[in-house]
T-cell receptor
Framework: NAGVTQTPKFQVLKTGQSMTLQCAQD?????MSWYRQDPGMGLRLIHY???????DQGEVPNGYNVSRSTTEDFPLRLLSAAPSQTSVYFC?????????????FGPGTRLTVL | KQEVTQIPAALSVPEGENLVLNCSFT??????LQWFRQDPGKGLTSLLL?????REQTSGRLNASLDKSSGRSTLYIAASQPGDSATYLC?????????FGQGTTLQVKP
């Protein structure tokens, strides 16, 4: 298994540009989520999905969209990039959203917005 | 609102020392607590997951304990090695939504 994969690894955007961060998992996990990691703020939940076709907002959802058309993929879309969205983005997955399920993280996407 | 705190923020120890990393949380109604390791510029690697009904979990030189009543978890690392140098994060939550601590950055000196 490849586990949780993310592309691209690095990205530089200009303010106002849009882009999609890709996330895929091959473990047949129902639950997937996106976090951002910022110095001094730790990791914060952006959006999550409990299964195909079901998504919901986390702690910091503004400026981001998600969709879940398949079990395997959970892309994160930046609609109009802003410098405040400069961060490291991590995708995670687990078998379900029940508490006893271990969560697995991808390698991250490092995004810079100029 | 759940808050997770890790103290100290940084720790430097000589190789071979046994050490304890601390994690505290404000709301004891948790489903689980998970410890992660993060190397510089890398993603998070899951180390141990403790269910709310469990008291501890062990993996090799690592032992994690959970005391819900006091809102604390500890990660014990035995016989530390330079390869253990990394940032250690604890996280807890319900229904999959994790709340993370800020992490403890560990340096093990040869």
């Amino acid at each position: 298994n490849a586990g949780v994969t993310q592309t691209p690894k690095f990205q530089v955007l200009k303010t106002g540009q849009s882009m999609t961060l890709q996330c895929a998992q091959d473990m047949n996990h129902e639950y997937m989520s996106w976090y951002r990691q910022d110095p001094g703020m730790g990791l914060r939940l952006i959006h999550y999905s409990v299964g195909a076709g079901i998504t919901d907002q986390g702690e910091v959802p503004n400026g981001y969209n998600v969709s879940r058309s398949t079990t395997e993929d959970f892309p994160l879309r930046l609609l109009s990039a802003a410098p405040s969205q400069t961060s490291v983005y991590f995708c995670a997955s687990s078998y379900s959203n029940r508490g006893y399920n271990e969560q697995f993280f991808g390698p991250g996407t490092r995004l810079t917005v100029l | 609102k759940q808050e997770v705190t890790q103290i100290p923020a940084a720790l430097s120890v000589p190789e071979g020392e046994n050490l304890v990393l601390n994690c505290s949380f404000t709301d004891s109604a948790i489903y689980n607590l998970q410890w992660f390791r993060q190397d510089p510029g890398k993603g998070l690697t899951s180390l141990l997951l403790i269910q709310s009904s469990q008291r501890e979990q062990t993996s090799g030189r690592l032992n994690a304990s959970l005391d819900k009543s006091s809102g604390r978890s500890t990660l014990y690392i035995a016989a530390s090695q330079p390869g253990d140098s990394a940032t250690y994060l604890c996280a807890t939550g319900n229904t999959g939504k994790l709340i993370f601590g800020q992490g403890t950055t560990l340096q093990v000196k040869p």
